[in-house]
C-alpha cells in the first residue's frame, strides 16, 4: 500500500499544476474530509487541493509512538490514543493550529500502535503556509484555531476546578476524621 502511494507520487510529479491539484484534491477527499476544519464548503477548493498535495505518509509498526503534533489521520491500522481505541479514519492532532503562544493547550498525547499503521498528516506549518494565499481558508482556520483555543482553555479550567473541589472534598473528609478520632 505504501509502495502504491509513492508511485503516485512520482506519477503527480509529471502532471501539470492543476492536473496534479484536481487528483490530489480526488484522492485526498476522503482525508480531508475527515477533519471539520477542511470542509469543502468552508474553504477554496485549490487551498484543498494544496493541502492534499502536502499530506505525507507515515508507517508504524506494532507498539511503535505515533506523536501528535501534527493533524494526522490514520489511512489503515490500529492504534490507542487516551484509552480509545482509534482505527482507520480516526483523526488526531487537530488542535495544531492553536497558535502557538497558546501552545500549551494543545492535546499532545501520542498514539501507541497496536498493529502496524498508516498515517498521512501535515505540520501546523504547512497548513498555514498554504492558507496564506487563500483568504477565505485563512480566516476560516483562524476562526477553527480560536475556537479551539476558547474550547481548550475551557476544559483546562474545567479540569483545574475539579481538582479543586476534590482536594477540597478531601481535605473536609480526612478533616472530620480526625475530630472524630480526637475526641
Not at 487528483?23 to 474553504?43: Q, R, S
Request: charged share 30%.
Amino acid at each position: 500500500e505504501y509502495s502504491r502511494i509513492a508511485s503516485y507520487e512520482v506519477l503527480l510529479e509529471k502532471m501539470s499544476s492543476q492536473l496534479r491539484g484536481d487528483t490530489a484534491l480526488l484522492m485526498g477527499a476522503k482525508t480531508l474530509e475527515k477533519v471539520w476544519y477542511l470542509k469543502i464548503n468552508d474553504v477554496e477548493k485549490e487551498f484543498l487541493a494544496i493541502v492534499a498535495l502536502s499530506l505525507k505518509a507515515s508507517v508504524y509498526e506494532t507498539r511503535e509512538l505515533i506523536m501528535s503534533e501534527d493533524l494526522t489521520v490514520i489511512v489503515k491500522g490500529m492504534c490507542a490514543r487516551k484509552l480509545r481505541i482509534m482505527v482507520k479514519g480516526a483523526v488526531f492532532g487537530v488542535d495544531c493550529i492553536i497558535p502557538d503562544n497558546h501552545s500549551g493547550l494543545r492535546d499532545v498525547e501520542p498514539a501507541h500502535c497496536l498493529t502496524f499503521v498508516q498515517t498521512t498528516s501535515i505540520s501546523r506549518a504547512t497548513i498555514f503556509e498554504v492558507c496564506e494565499p487563500f483568504p477565505v481558508a485563512m480566516e476560516h482556520i483562524r476562526r477553527c484555531a480560536r475556537h479551539l483555543t476558547l474550547r481548550a482553555a475551557l476544559r483546562k479550567h474545567l479540569e483545574r476546578v475539579k481538582a479543586k473541589m476534590r482536594r477540597a472534598r478531601h481535605r473536609a473528609a480526612h478533616g472530620v476524621e480526625a475530630r472524630a478520632k480526637a475526641e
